[in-house]
């Protein structure tokens, strides 16, 4: 402090005012990760820690990540259904954890005999329902074909790879006709 005053007083007053804690390493109420640590494995063992419930999983091409802590899935029907997803249910069989608890509590047993606690009466016949005249008068049309989309439209559907490498589909030449060669080859 005294190389800070020697410079300009000021700044020790003001360095005073905020507080150590804003200021000094030492005093600081928050982990400041690098310059907290003597070494780097303790930073990677602060980030080790955390990360216990995020994971990812690999399926084919395609990364998915997924935080059980959150119930969150990159592909999104983790959160969606508020059921496990493959890819949670793939890093809890990893993790060799009780998918049950990931669940929603809308599919407990307990809520499903809850659903089925209040009367649901079934309609009368059709003959007894109370329909007010303007809504039976109005006529409902079948939805329409659409819009017809831009451009030339289609002849033939597109051919898949092994029907244009089947024997049907020979290669043959313009200007002899034979069949397995190409204008190019002669």
């Not at 930073?43 to 990540?65: E, K, M, P, Q, W």
């Not at 119930?71 to 954890?97: I, T």
């Not at 451009?151 to 020979?170: A, F, L």
Request: aromatic share 10%; hydrophobic share 25%.
């Amino acid at each position: 402090m005294s190389k800070i005053e020697e410079n300009d007083p000021r700044v020790k007053a003001y360095l005073y005012d905020i507080g150590y804690h804003r200021w000094s390493r030492v005093h600081a109420t928050v982990n400041r990760t690098w310059t907290m640590t003597s070494n780097i494995a303790e930073s990677l063992n602060v980030v080790r820690a955390s990360t216990d419930y995020i994971h990812t999983v690999l399926d084919g091409v395609r990364r998915y990540i997924v935080c059980l802590e959150n119930k969150r899935c990159s592909c999104g029907r983790f959160q969606f259904n508020e059921l496990p997803c493959p890819y949670a249910l793939a890093a809890l069989r990893h993790m060799d954890e009780s998918f049950e608890q990931y669940c929603s509590l809308y599919y407990t047993r307990k809520n499903l005999l809850r659903t089925y606690e209040i009367p649901v009466n079934s309609l009368p016949d059709e003959s007894k329902w109370n329909v007010p005249q303007h809504i039976s008068e109005e006529v409902v049309n079948p939805p329409t074909e659409g819009k017809r989309q831009p451009g030339r439209p289609q002849k033939e559907r597109y051919k898949t790879y092994d029907e244009i490498n089947s024997k049907k589909y020979k290669i043959s030449c313009g200007n002899c006709g034979g069949e397995g060669i190409t204008e190019f080859d002669v």
